[in-house]
């Protein structure tokens, strides 16, 4: 069966310090990859997905950065964190089903920066 | 501008009563429709997949509807139990240049309460 992780759980960091986050799947390989931020009360907004290893795609400019190592870790990273990067912070892998693509999320860290 | 609406924003019942959760698109060409539970600080897991051909779909206690004619979806809740407490989420898809983009509403909170 496949799995995702997600760590840390919960993180508070403070203005302009850097950030790592990491996302594993266990169970499939070549997933589509996912990074997605939920800030409070708002819907859950793409930030970046993969399709292979080295392969990322930005949906929206932010100083966030992602990169894909190896086929099953994704990893969100900033240089210095803003104010406004607070929020949960979702990694999603996808299968193709018969109709459509299914969308799987791990636990989720929730980050906030003071 | 593809969106994904739903209502009502929040919603309190008591156990053991009925619910029915809406959800209106605009996202075009149309894919196929999801609704997740999303319970608090965790990731979002999914309840039902429908494509264009389907309009009902169950799993358990909930059903979903889809009417792609005048896109508009629903999700019923029977029976409701206190763990049914969480907040559901609308997601619809397209086909994007061999990408499946989505769109996610931004939930419905509900709270079964004894």
């Known amino acids: 069966s496949q799995t995702i992780h997600q760590w840390p759980a919960t993180l508070v960091q403070p203005v302009g310090s850097p950030l790592s986050l990491e996302c594993t799947v266990e169970g499939t390989s070549n997933p589509n990859l996912y990074w997605y931020r939920q800030a409070a009360g708002r819907g859950l907004q793409l930030l970046f997905y993969?399709?292979?290893?080295?392969?990322i795609s930005s949906e929206v400019p932010q100083n966030l950065s992602a990169s894909r190592p190896q086929d099953r870790q994704f990893i969100l990273s900033s240089k210095k964190l803003l104010l406004s990067d607070s929020g949960f912070y979702l990694c999603a892998w996808s299968v193709i089903l018969a109709g459509g693509n299914e969308q799987f999320f791990g636990p989720g860290t929730r980050l906030t920066v003071l | 501008k593809n969106q994904v609406e739903q209502s009502p924003q929040s919603l309190i019942i008591l156990e053991g009563k009925n619910c029915t959760l809406q959800c209106n698109y605009t996202v075009s060409p149309f894919s196929n429709l999801r609704w997740y539970k999303q319970d608090t600080g965790r990731g979002p897991v999914s309840l039902t997949i429908?494509?264009?051909?389907?309009n009902t779909k169950s799993n358990g206690r909930y059903t979903a509807t889809l009417d792609a004619d005048t896109k508009q979806s629903s999700l019923h809740i029977t029976a409701s139990q206190l763990s049914d407490s969480a907040s559901y989420i609308c997601v619809v898809s397209k086909n994007s240049g061999g990408y499946q983009k989505v769109t996610f509403g931004t939930g419905t909170k509900l709270q079964v309460i004894p």
């Open positions: 429908m494509t264009f051909s389907e």
């Open positions: 993969s399709v292979g290893i080295g392969q």
